[in-house]
């Protein structure tokens, strides 16, 4: 278990609260979407949890992560690719005139 997550299981015995999670349909300990509003467990099946401050947790639900998974765009600097190779270059050549 990752160091996050031993944190997660802790902030959530603090926080959440026993109901239903709407996507397992048991009663667990549960902590409310940031988006939607929907009580989620935390199992991996029905949300993302992040470490959030005040020692809370921020849940997102497994439908909110699809679409903010959909609305995400990337975005390539192309420009600070050119220059992060151009140090490449210059480093690996600099070091073939040593050798």
Request: hydrophobic letters at 25%; one cysteine or more; aromatic letters at 8%.
């Amino acid at each position: 278990m990752y160091q996050d997550e031993e944190e997660i299981k802790n902030l959530l015995e603090r926080v959440s609260e026993l109901y239903l999670c709407e996507y397992c349909e048991k009663k667990k300990l549960t902590v409310q979407c940031e988006r939607c509003g929907a009580s989620v467990c935390s199992h991996q099946e029905c949300s993302i949890l992040f470490p959030h401050h005040n020692n809370s947790v921020l849940a997102i639900c497994k439908q909110c992560q699809n679409l903010y998974n959909q609305e995400i765009k990337v975005y390539i600097d192309t420009e600070k690719i050119s220059n992060i190779k151009k140090k490449a270059r210059t480093i690996y050549f600099k070091q073939k005139e040593k050798e």
